[in-house]
């Protein structure tokens, strides 16, 4: 059974940085997709970043392009994602998530292609 837990959320000025952790454990297949979505109250559930598991090609949301950085520590099976120059749009739950697929472009931040969610942490940015 996948596990997803997050953390690193918090409060934090406007201009601040922020880096959530994504802790994984019982996925048995090799390969896939990971991302990061958030979901602020009112809205739906938006992707930000994605990176193939490994490490390998980053991508990400218009809004966090430039301000964000998606990682995947293989050796602790860590998920990360570092935001810098915080505003208060990006107040949301950020959540974790990850599949056994090999998606490829949009799809990649698109919350229904995702099986495995982490239980979200909460990012509160102030101005």
């Known amino acids: 059974q996948v596990q997803l837990v997050e953390s690193g959320g918090g409060s934090v000025q406007a201009v601040g940085s922020l880096r959530l952790s994504c802790a994984a454990s019982?996925?048995?297949?090799?390969?896939?997709?990971m991302a990061w979505f958030r979901q602020a109250p009112g809205k739906e559930r938006e992707g930000v970043a994605s990176?193939?598991?490994?490490?390998?090609?980053?991508y990400y949301a218009d809004s966090v392009k430039g301000r964000a950085t998606i990682s995947h520590d293989t050796v602790k099976n860590t998920l990360y994602l570092q935001m810098n120059s915080l505003t208060p749009e990006d107040t949301a739950t950020y959540y974790c998530?990850?599949?056994?697929?090999?998606?490829?472009?949009?799809?990649?931040?698109?919350?229904?292609?995702?099986?495995?969610w982490g239980q979200g942490t909460q990012v509160t940015v102030s101005s």
């Open positions: 998530a990850a599949d056994a697929k090999m998606m490829v472009g949009w799809v990649r931040l698109s919350p229904k292609y995702y099986t495995n």
């Open positions: 990176i193939y598991s490994g490490g390998d090609s980053p």
């Open positions: 019982g996925i048995t297949y090799n390969g896939g997709c």
